[in-house]
């Protein structure tokens, strides 16, 4: 069964850092196309990071820079490295990931979340 | 960036009613990388829809996609009482991202 599994999160000072982890069973994380997608309490879905099979990576404006979006290959895990944080970076980080090559980047497995909550 | 604008905000439906939902691209998107997913209170966003139009496995055919251009539409042909939840679309480009989101709710 394709599974994933987030971890890591928790409560952080505002200009502190947290690494939250994206462990993955019954597929191969350095063959895939591996996001994160965060919500903030109450509001919708927001792209965060996106890591290739090749390593690629690229970041959404809000968090580039601050954000470094990671894998070990051994370890069939991901990572997002957060530094710099703010109170808006608070929210439900979701891990997700295109199982199917024919769904064309469409997210058809998901974590179940981790929340980070920045504050003082 | 390519801005998603989803309409309407709240959907009131009883069961058995019919739903169209909305989904405005600021610019063009390529079909290929328009998706929908349903998202229920307390869980992670399913995907329902890939591609404009192609269910996802195990998607039920009440469901379906339509759409070009800027502007996609999710219709639920009859609305079942698990179908009430929270609807996002989203572009998967170079720089991916999501609508704000319908409700549908009960009426």
């Known amino acids: 069964e394709v599974q994933l599994v987030e971890s890591g999160g928790g409560l952080v000072q505002p200009g502190g850092s947290v690494r939250l982890a994206c462990a993955a069973s019954g597929f191969t994380v350095s063959s895939s196309y591996m996001t994160w997608v965060r919500q903030a309490p109450g509001k919708g879905l927001e792209w965060v990071s996106v890591i290739y099979s090749g390593g690629n990576t690229y970041y959404a404006d809000s968090v580039q820079g601050r954000f470094t979006i990671s894998r070990h290959d051994s370890k069939n895990t991901m990572y997002l490295h957060m530094n710099s944080l703010r109170a808006e970076d608070t929210a439900v980080y979701y891990c997700?990931?295109?199982?199917?090559?024919?769904?064309?980047?469409?997210?058809?497995?998901w974590g179940q979340g981790t929340t980070v909550t920045v504050s003082s | 960036d390519i801005v998603l604008t989803q309409s309407p905000g709240t959907l009131s439906l009883s069961p058995g009613e019919r739903a169209t939902l909305s989904c405005k691209a600021s610019q063009s998107v390529n079909s290929k990388f328009l998706a929908w997913y349903q998202q229920k209170a307390g869980q992670a966003p399913g995907l329902l829809i890939y591609?404009?139009?192609s269910r996802a496995a195990g998607i039920p055919d009440r469901f379906s996609g339509s759409g070009s251009g800027t502007d996609f539409t999710l219709t639920i042909s009859r609305l079942e009482a698990e179908d009430f939840a929270v609807y996002f679309c989203?572009?998967?480009?170079?720089?991916?991202?999501f609508g704000q989101g319908t409700k549908l709710e009960i009426k």
């Open positions: 591609g404009a139009s």
């Open positions: 997700a990931t295109m199982t199917d090559p024919s769904y064309y980047y469409a997210l058809d497995v």
């Open positions: 989203q572009q998967y480009g170079r720089s991916p991202s």
